[in-house]
């Protein structure tokens, strides 16, 4: 099969010419001057995209890599831990908690929702025993958003940590981490970036660093090590082992290319990208998955693939026919994505993806206003042109 | 600083423009059906480079993370190891091995040796507790290789598996994972491929696998599990969690370029490679660190750096002033390499190392007859011209 | 201003990520075996695309340069000469034949119209003096194509060379410079083969030949000379001054795309690009420039601007509110253009310039139905799907 | 035959990645703003290089397209021209003039040595008639520099124009295009900037400005027209023809890098690298093909090569069995360069080349210290290290 002429899925996504030439640039050593320079600065200005002073570490791996770093330094068995749900990744943090050997405590709501801060407040009140808050940003796959700026507060009120997957959702929505108070916060550079799969960012508050120095069951020597990164590169400027070059040469271009254009201007993007889809979603007569706009993310359109479609059934003809890569729901439900994250966050990108799917639909029997769609779309469009 | 003119280190090496242009390739959704198939035939020529008809797995990260997943996979508590040492490699899985709870047998030689196999034959027989070897074969830090080829058959006769580190090996010295008998070997794309860093190669045999999935303690749902992605991949054709796209990618056209070459090929071009230097360093007055040519790896050099100099300190003064990256001992002694690796273990890419080493050394004081070096190497690689 | 997201102009336009791999791979030396091994390969490769036995050329420059060096080379003082006139590229070449002292005869229509080869061929009949007949193939500005699978038989039925502009038609519509019997041929690089701009490429018959060589006026050691690349390369392997080497590894990348997927097969996606396309601009209310479906080319779509509208201001427009490049009419007319040439004759890119175009329409005050453009569009799409 | 490892000729020669990540982006529409305004840049960062507040033209082809157009724009016939000749280059300009229809004067030494600017004095002043001095300021095949910082005085005030062939001096050599008095001066991407064949830049004093546009026979509504791109670009800010893209954002990046080093800053690392070189050559026993060392130029060391080979054969063999492309005298001599132009006249780039040659000369036969050479080199490289 050809290569997708177009990927507007929920990452990875497509990458901007600049950010692939950085990856396709001369590989050097990895504790060749150049590199160690190099390697300092994308830290600086991960920690810039996140809007911390705390410590920023860059793992060597995808996302879920430093969760779970993050979540075996932080948790002790029996720690009590509230493990916030409305979605499949936060679900899937409860099972590696109960691993972990931690009490889970859930909130945990419908799919399509997402989780009441009050709910959090009030349950914190009722068990002052939590000391971790888990939370999903972005749902990836059903497109939801969680209130992490009340979260965080809240759970620092009631003497709890917070461990933020924020994956997709830093550069596409609002992520304040030192202004909401997270402890530790984990981010990519496959998603709102733009950029590569093999380098993750982890920001980790000085509380953090406490609780996992002082836990001997955080893994230490290994390559989900946290601790190694801490004593080894931001205290002697050492790597625990050879990280990839070419991702971190590529995860520094990608925030290049955000921090020049500014977060807000890049969340403004993605945040006008999203409201185009959304209407044109709406007017070719489907459903958004999220229960609400508010909680909609920016990064993720989630759509309700109709009756009688399997979304991967739905994904892979479009794909065929089309030459467009759309993402599906992956557990959460019967979901189509329309990603419009980094550069697809922009101009048109977001009608390519109504008329696939729109016309996907179509081929397999429903009735979609696709025409329709796309004049909602392109009135969207203008009412939020400069 | 200026980026280096040359990298001629013990790896991350320079890469191919091809591979350099497929580093640089638009990124895909890694569901893409044109990823999978890039993901299942980077699987399958992996496993011709290994020489293997065992389950290859492609992990995502640096080669360690699959050395971590193996051992932690492999070793129970209370289990009798025999660990090989004849480097700091060797040493470091030995500290990973009681850190496991292996009870650890070492053969330790120093660190410009390497371990006789008669010596694991006599003490496996002595020791018929031993259900597993770890051993180096090509140690980078020293430049020095072990005997795989009679390793495997004797620890096999002696019913223990073995599990070899050979990141920095195959491609440069021969390597036949079966018909050596090896159970578990791991190798890089940044070495000998001249490839990405972030993602490396792991192949298990099924007496392997077996050991694995009886054991409790065996990495699951985690980064570091090699079961993850057998249950996942091998079996279901689904990803644990989403692969390191670009570097996938990266690998695969760096295994092409040594496949469309022939493994045999470019070996000789290693073989070569190395000669030419271990000619010029000698003619120019400076002593190899192995102890003898038979245990010196063609991947990498390793100079004896002279008394009175310290290797990161002369490393530093080559890369300023001749814009060459040369790597050090890192630990293993006071050492510095010229790497002939990938594209560099080419042509007269070796000079360009000698006379950076030379020159570098004058500089600093010692006696050292460049002309001589160099009519020495290029008298070898007239010897081996086609 | 931001680098377009979209390039569908009539040419240059976007070119793969293969393409711009050859593009930026390293410079070699002119005369070093890898490259005279490439402009060997090009030529044949080039052959091959205008379906011709004749002897061709690669000239070092945009395509205008070939059409002066087969125009000047040909054409002696007295000569009469018809050129066939449907817009400004074909009333261009008159301007030149004139300069370069030639009897100029000429059949023009409008310019939305193309020249009825019968016209021609009466013409001829009462002209026998006529030596040469001049035609553009594919008349770029305005988007029609003249019908040289007669015109070429006509010519050589009254005793006349043809020297063709073939520059934006040559896998995107039917082209057969052999069995056309069509002696001067000149195409691309930058239009259906989605290439670079430096490289063209000009098919000479015996014929032509002859005519050339007795021309004592024919450019010799200069850059526009087709006689030095005769004498040169063809029968010397030489080259009269040192080729753009970048652009010759760029071209043979474009013309290995075209000659994979099979000329026949592109031929049939500009087709259906073209179709999709038209099917859109006419639901949207607009009005093709064409007189007829018969006479518009597949590479480009020329639509007539309407009234009140500048082609130039609407596409400064659409560039700057949607990241889309359009190109317009360059003095055929107020024109804009939806070009569907090289890789954006592919999938989707259709909608985005009927999207593009349609809405900057409105924002300018006219009267467009963008949603039964696309629905059209889709349903044409859909029609021809594979 | 595989690519060379190295290209150490007289250019085209080595690119950096920066220039090569410049030359493989995507192609834009040339009326696309963004390439609009790339073009205007590009020719003010030429005017810059060549030190001159003259228009500055950039020309679509290759150097020898500038030469042409511009020789041909100011020569009338019956104009009495001194062409300066010192190699085949000089040479060629004469054969051109004489078929331009100018009076032929020339002032010729061997080529291995360099025109009096004192001789050029005389002779202006024996004959007044002379109106345009026509010179090459490095003479490419045999390495040669002529003094363009006293001709173009001595031209002046004797009231005669210059014409200077600057392809592969500047950037390389001091060049100052208005203090020097130069009126038309030509370079190109291929040489001292390391970037592409296809854009040429060419500056034009209002004196030989006025000169052309008096001349009935200069080209106009021709690829080889300079009047045509002065009425059009920087009269109209329009194109005369579709500009190649691709060339011209490679010679920005390339032009970029060179300003950014600083010119003085490159022409003393040519100086450098050409100091190695050359001392290398007579420590290994060879001879520098031109008279002394105050005419050989930076950019290109050309060595005699010994009696009983002849250099095609040399490079051949060099090529094959060492992978770096050396070139030759091209007519002027039986001479072998080793090219130091753009990324190669860096560190030890000099020292692969002489290598190369010294190697290869051996197999051939002949005796070479090439340890004395390398030793001799690397002392120059000392005394003028940082």
Redo the contacts between chains.
Sequence with gaps: ???????L?A?????S?RT???????????????FL?TFRRTTEKAAAFFRTTNDMLLL??????AL??AGRSLVTPGMHVLNLVQGVYGKGMG??LT?WGAVLHEIEVDYDDAVDPDAVDAYLAEHPEIELVTVVHSETPSGTISDCSRIGPIAHRHGALTLVDALSSIGGVPFEADEWQLDVCVSGG?KCLGG???ATMVSVSPAAWERMLANPLAPR????SLIDWKEGWLENGTFP???????VV?LEAALDQMLEEGVDASIARHARSAAVTRAGVRAMGLSLWPRSEAISGNPITAVRVPEGIVHTQLS?HI?E?????L?TGQGAGNIIHIGHMGPTA????P??GL??L??GL??LGVEV???????AA?AE??RT??
Aim: hydrophobic share 35%.
């Design positions: 099969m050809r290569a997708p002429d177009f990927t899925a990452g990875p996504t497509m990458a010419g692939l030439d950085a990856l396709g640039s001369q590989i050097v050593y990895h504790l060749d001057p150049v320079e060597q791996g995808e996302g879920i890599l779970e770093g099972s590696w691993a496959q590569p799969v093999g020597y290994s390559y989900v082992f050879t990280p990839s070059v070419t991702d590529g892979a794909r026919r089309y030459g467009v890569m993402s922009t101009g048109l990108y009608i390519v008329t696939a729109g016309s179509r081929d206003d696709l025409g329709a769609g796309i004049d392109m469009y203008g042109a400069g």
